[in-house]
């Protein structure tokens, strides 16, 4: 049996749940989600407990149910607290700000870098060398850091570029240390 699978998905007071079907929809105060389970899981709400359950032991359905179980939790935490990521600029001139809800980025290059975010995703610029992206649904808030970042990745040599918050750059010596 899946540890994370067996495991209940508590449900808060801001949250409610609909299902129809096998479908889920989990809305809060940061918005609503939506979940399509696959035939093999079922769910079973019982006052502020999810609890999903295994049809038969097949290995598909015995790798759904912890993915499942996971989702579902994210959502319940997404629409009540959301998700966020820290992203620094380092380099000199590197900086960025908003403008008509979209982020301009000034990295280096001979032009600004425009991205304009999903519906969903909020962007906070505190200081030109930060960026905080929020939003209710945690793949989301990861692929535009991940999309953000990959405009100028960290460099080996200097750690210039757009890194994650905690992010640890291995550094390379230069040519110096050939000699």
Known sequence: ?????KKPVIITDKVKINQKDRNLEV???NGSLKLDLKEGINVNITGNEILLTRENETKK????????????????TGVSEGFSKKLELVGIGYRAEIKDKNLVLMLGFSHPTIFCPPDDIKLEVPNPNTIIIKGANKELVGLVAAKIRSFRQPEPYKGKGIKYENEYIRR????????
């Open 61 to 76: 359905v015995r790798a759904l149910h912890g993915l499942y179980r996971s989702l579902l939790q994210n959502m319940v």
């Open 27 to 29: 809305s809060g105060p």
């Open 1 to 5: 049996m899946s540890r994370i699978g």
């Open 172 to 179: 390379k010596a230069g040519k110096t240390a050939a000699k």
